[in-house]
């Protein structure tokens, strides 16, 4: 079910972290592998991107490769891994990230999720526990109140800023990251965009509710549970119906001046943030 | 040709300042906007204007289905078109038609369109739209991103169910049942003749050639808007060896005829105005979610635009996209609208003369007219219908009868019961 292909070496921003790109094979269909980090005998951190997902390494990702070997495999349908219409219920989703992780040989990970990712990690610790370490969560999906909705992602004016707008305190952190690439198509990149909100929309639409919330009690792992302050996506009560499900020591907290997606709008601090907490739990 | 007549129903009383004063005509219209005394003078007078229509010699009679919609008050257009079974005899009842992804199980789709074939005797022509995203996607809450697949997966069951000989199951990626068994079944065998309405997606026509099935470009924005998407038709047909029949095609226009030209441009300025004023008052959140549109229809899409900016540039014009509704907006004041042929006007000899060279540019067979609009009077609405029906129609019916045949029509029965005066 699961094979690695050879895949190629670049730098990172900066030009001193080297990243690795390499493609795995889930399920029969290719998934991008990025991997950074200078120490190879540091512990790995697995990264599934928030929505619309990464089209290339990031300043959080080099951010959190300084004490951790960061691993980032492309959820279905986010750059990275195209083929995602044969995942039609969240179970196959689910299933997928499983398998994905599985793949990766290093569990049990810590397994860091924001957004869309998010969901997906805390699925991953909810029904498959043992592949996990430490969790970190990222405003995620998977739980809604039709009292306290936040914004429907899924109508939105179209034009280049509207999700931009929504989904960062900063919408240029997100035009840095989806800049097009000296000789590639811009239509390329819009295309990867669409089908990524299309991915999402695939297990999260209407609501973003996954169920979530009735599984939570099978994670008994130590939680960060995280939010942008500005985050105009998801509600605070999201994150607070997470909190109060979880059974694991769990430690929340805020990155100030942060939208929807704390690891393009503020990458420092999001990054200090993990590694403070991942490290406190190695001492104790 | 075929001249039929359709009916959006719009709701007449959205207030003056509806376009200031109000987000959307659609998905999340303001309730208090609606008078449900007035919706039922609205339908009794809408019913009338049909069942006038197919009594001064339109070919067919035309209902559509859209939900939370103000210029739409048919989200059930199965039970307009049952009235119209017992209320008229002679036009085909064209129900275009029924969003197949949101009936479950679809087979209630093949249940209800086998009874108004049985109730019209052979008359009813089978729409099956995707349905916009505002209907589909946010007022009935299907999932983007399966839409399409669950569409034709549908459009399979409805299909197999009328023609199967026997009960079947059929076990599909969406929809499992057991035993598959629709009574009644359509008069029309094998089946009702099968019209799509669609966007300019190359998909649907590839699809529509595939399946021997009729296109129907229904645009608001009239025949040159439509001519760029009907020539891609076209050419797609060539390229898939496909005969030029004009039947293949059904296009939807606007027309409002007067004695005199004068007369047209006075009587119908009011009602047009609305219309494109206040009814495609649409919030553009809703018209795009993700998912919707295949990626080839974005990349198509993308390119058109790019296309059209450039052709703008190059005309030194920056105002309209030659009535494409697209980023730069609609017209909506009358004479913007009768320039970009939104609607035809004119009297009778140059309605006719109009839609006559449309159709052969366009080379369409299947024409849907709008005669009523906006908050257009039922005695306005009667009165074009009967100047179309008596003055232009005799003009531009017998269009295409020398070379081509219509095999995409009813077959209704040569003997039909009509309904009796209650003793």
Same mark, same amino acid.
């Not at chain 1, 540091?42 to 990264?47: D, H, S």
């Not at chain 1, 939208?259 to 601090?269: A, F, I, N």
């Not at chain 2, 190059?314 to 609208?337: T, V």
């Not at chain 2, 009523?372 to 306005?380: D, I, K």
């Given at each position: 079910?699961?094979?690695?292909?050879?895949?190629?070496?670049?730098?990172?921003?900066?030009?001193?972290?080297?990243?690795?790109?390499?493609?795995?094979?889930?399920?029969?269909?290719?998934?991008?592998?990025?991997?950074?980090?200078?120490? &190879?005998?540091?512990? &790995?951190?697995?990264?599934?991107?928030?929505?619309?997902?990464?089209?290339?390494?990031?300043?959080?990702?080099?951010?959190?490769?300084?004490?951790?070997?960061?691993?980032?495999?492309?959820?279905?349908?986010?750059?990275?891994?195209?083929?995602?219409?044969?995942?039609?219920?969240?179970?196959?989703?689910?299933?997928?990230?499983?398998?994905?992780?599985?793949?990766?040989?290093?569990?049990?990970?810590?397994?860091?999720?924001?957004?869309?990712?998010?969901?997906?990690?805390?699925?991953?610790?909810?029904?498959?526990?043992?592949?996990?370490?430490?969790?970190?969560?990222?405003?995620?999906?998977?739980?809604?109140?039709?009292?306290?909705?936040?914004?429907?992602?899924?109508?939105?004016?179209?034009?280049?800023?509207?999700?931009?707008?929504?989904?960062?305190?900063? &919408?240029?952190?997100?035009?840095?990251?989806?800049?097009? &690439?000296?000789?590639?198509?811009?239509?390329?990149?819009?295309?990867?965009?669409?089908?990524?909100?299309?991915?999402?929309?695939?297990?999260?639409?209407?609501?973003?509710?996954?169920?979530?919330?009735?599984?939570?009690?099978?994670?008994?792992?130590?939680?960060?549970?995280?939010?942008?302050?500005?985050?105009?996506?998801?509600?605070?009560?999201?994150?607070?119906?997470?909190?109060?499900?979880?059974?694991?020591?769990?430690?929340?907290?805020?990155?100030?001046?942060?939208?929807?997606?704390?690891?393009?709008?503020?990458?420092?601090?999001?990054?200090?943030?993990?590694?403070?907490?991942?490290?406190?739990?190695?001492?104790? | 040709?075929?001249?039929?007549?359709?009916?959006?129903?719009?709701?007449?009383?959205?207030?003056?300042?509806?376009?200031?004063?109000?987000?959307?005509?659609?998905?999340?219209?303001?309730?208090?906007?609606?008078?449900?005394?007035?919706?039922?003078?609205?339908?009794?007078?809408?019913?009338?204007?049909?069942?006038?229509?197919?009594?001064?010699?339109?070919?067919?009679?035309?209902?559509?289905?859209?939900?939370?919609?103000?210029?739409?008050?048919?989200?059930?257009?199965?039970?307009?078109?049952?009235?119209?079974?017992?209320?008229?005899?002679?036009?085909?009842?064209?129900?275009?038609?029924?969003?197949?992804?949101?009936?479950?199980?679809?087979?209630?789709?093949?249940?209800?369109?086998?009874?108004?074939?049985?109730?019209? #005797?052979?008359?009813?022509?089978?729409?099956?739209?995707?349905?916009?995203?505002?209907?589909?996607?946010?007022?009935?809450?299907?999932?983007?991103?399966?839409?399409?697949?669950?569409?034709?997966?549908?459009?399979?069951?409805?299909?197999?169910?009328?023609?199967?000989?026997?009960?079947?199951?059929?076990?599909?990626?969406?929809?499992?049942?057991?035993? @598959?068994?629709?009574?009644?079944?359509?008069?029309?065998?094998?089946?009702?003749?099968?019209?799509?309405?669609?966007?300019?997606?190359?998909?649907?026509?590839?699809?529509?050639?595939?399946?021997?099935? @009729?296109?129907?470009?229904?645009?608001?924005? #009239?025949?040159? =808007?439509?001519?760029?998407?009907?020539? #891609?038709?076209?050419?797609?047909? /060539?390229?898939?060896?496909?005969?030029?029949?004009?039947?293949?095609? #059904?296009?939807?226009?606007?027309? =409002?005829?007067?004695?005199?030209?004068?007369?047209?441009?006075?009587?119908?300025?009011?009602?047009?105005?609305?219309?494109?004023?206040?009814?495609?008052?649409?919030?553009?959140?809703?018209?795009?979610?993700?998912?919707?549109?295949?990626?080839?229809?974005?990349?198509?899409?993308?390119?058109?635009?790019?296309?059209?900016?450039?052709?703008?540039?190059?005309?030194?014009?920056?105002?309209?996209?030659?009535?494409?509704?697209?980023?730069?907006?609609?017209?909506?004041?009358?004479?913007?609208?009768?320039?970009?042929?939104?609607?035809?006007?004119?009297?009778?000899?140059?309605?006719?003369?109009?839609?006559?060279?449309?159709?052969? /540019?366009?080379?369409?067979?299947?024409?849907?007219?709008?005669?009523?609009?906006?908050?257009?009077?039922?005695?306005?609405?009667?009165?074009?219908?009967?100047?179309?029906?008596?003055?232009?129609?005799?003009?531009?019916?017998?269009?295409?009868?020398?070379?081509?045949?219509?095999?995409?029509?009813?077959?209704?029965?040569?003997?039909?019961?009509?309904?009796?005066?209650?003793?």
């Amino acid at each position: 079910m699961v094979a690695a292909t050879a895949g190629g070496t670049r730098h990172g921003e900066g030009g001193g972290l080297m990243v690795q790109e390499a493609t795995i094979s889930v399920g029969g269909h290719s998934v991008r592998v990025l991997t950074g980090g200078d120490n &190879p005998s540091a512990p &790995p951190a697995v990264f599934f991107a928030g929505i619309g997902g990464l089209p290339a390494w990031v300043p959080f990702l080099d951010r959190l490769a300084e004490s951790r070997r960061v691993i980032v495999p492309s959820l279905p349908g986010f750059p990275g891994a195209e083929n995602f219409r044969h995942l039609d219920t969240l179970l196959d989703w689910v299933v997928h990230c499983v398998e994905t992780i599985e793949a990766l040989d290093e569990a049990p990970v810590d397994l860091i999720g924001s957004s869309v990712g998010g969901a997906l990690a805390a699925e991953v610790a909810a029904i498959a526990g043992s592949l996990v370490h430490r969790l970190v969560l990222i405003a995620p999906f998977g739980s809604h109140d039709t009292e306290d909705p936040g914004a429907d992602i899924w109508a939105q004016a179209p034009g280049p800023d509207s999700i931009p707008n929504l989904v960062c305190q900063r &919408p240029e952190a997100w035009k840095q990251a989806w800049q097009v &690439p000296e000789g590639a198509e811009a239509i390329d990149y819009q295309v990867m965009h669409a089908r990524a909100m299309e991915a999402a929309a695939r297990f999260l639409f209407p609501f973003g509710d996954t169920g979530v919330a009735s599984r939570l009690h099978r994670v008994h792992h130590p939680t960060l549970l995280l939010r942008g302050s500005e985050d105009r996506v998801l509600p605070a009560s999201s994150n607070e119906r997470f909190r109060t499900a979880l059974r694991g020591p769990t430690r929340t907290g805020v990155v100030n001046d942060a939208g929807h997606l704390p690891e393009l709008d503020s990458p420092d601090d999001l990054a200090r943030e993990i590694t403070a907490f991942l490290a406190d739990q190695e001492i104790a | 040709m075929k001249n039929l007549w359709f009916h959006l129903m719009p709701y007449k009383d959205l207030p003056d300042d509806f376009r200031e004063e109000h987000p959307s005509v659609w998905v999340d219209i303001d309730s208090g906007l609606l008078d449900a005394e007035r919706v039922h003078q609205h339908y009794h007078e809408y019913l009338d204007e049909l069942e006038f229509a197919g009594e001064v010699g339109f070919d067919g009679v035309c209902c559509n289905e859209h939900h939370q919609n103000g210029y739409g008050l048919m989200p059930s257009p199965n039970l307009i078109a049952a009235t119209l079974t017992r209320r008229t005899s002679a036009p085909a009842i064209c129900v275009m038609g029924n969003s197949l992804a949101l009936y479950n199980p679809p087979t209630r789709v093949a249940e209800e369109f086998a009874m108004l074939d049985c109730m019209s #005797g052979g008359r009813l022509i089978a729409g099956f739209p995707v349905g916009t995203p505002m209907d589909t996607i946010f007022a009935y809450g299907q999932n983007p991103s399966k839409l399409r697949d669950r569409y034709y997966e549908a459009h399979d069951i409805v299909m197999k169910a009328w023609q199967a000989p026997e009960t079947f199951a059929f076990n599909g990626r969406y929809n499992q049942l057991r035993y @598959v068994n629709v009574w009644p079944r359509p008069v029309q065998k094998p089946h009702p003749p099968v019209w799509i309405p669609g966007g300019g997606s190359v998909e649907t026509w590839r699809w529509c050639a595939e399946m021997d099935y @009729v296109y129907s470009y229904l645009s608001y924005f #009239g025949y040159k =808007a439509g001519a760029a998407t009907m020539q #891609g038709f076209w050419d797609e047909m /060539d390229r898939l060896g496909k005969d030029r029949n004009p039947y293949r095609a #059904g296009f939807l226009q606007f027309v =409002a005829v007067g004695e005199t030209e004068k007369e047209a441009l006075e009587l119908y300025r009011e009602p047009a105005e609305y219309f494109y004023g206040r009814c495609l008052h649409v919030n553009p959140k809703w018209a795009s979610p993700a998912g919707y549109q295949s990626e080839a229809t974005i990349r198509a899409k993308v390119q058109s635009q790019v296309a059209l900016a450039a052709a703008q540039s190059r005309a030194g014009n920056g105002q309209n996209g030659g009535g494409r509704p697209g980023a730069m907006g609609a017209a909506r004041d009358w004479e913007r609208i009768l320039d970009l042929g939104y609607v035809i006007a004119g009297d009778p000899d140059q309605v006719a003369e109009r839609i006559r060279q449309v159709c052969i /540019d366009l080379n369409v067979g299947h024409l849907m007219l709008l005669c009523q609009f906006g908050n257009m009077s039922t005695e306005l609405a009667k009165y074009n219908t009967r100047l179309y029906a008596e003055r232009v129609l005799p003009q531009i019916q017998h269009l295409f009868d020398d070379r081509w045949e219509d095999a995409w029509w009813p077959q209704p029965l040569a003997e039909r019961a009509t309904a009796r005066a209650v003793a």
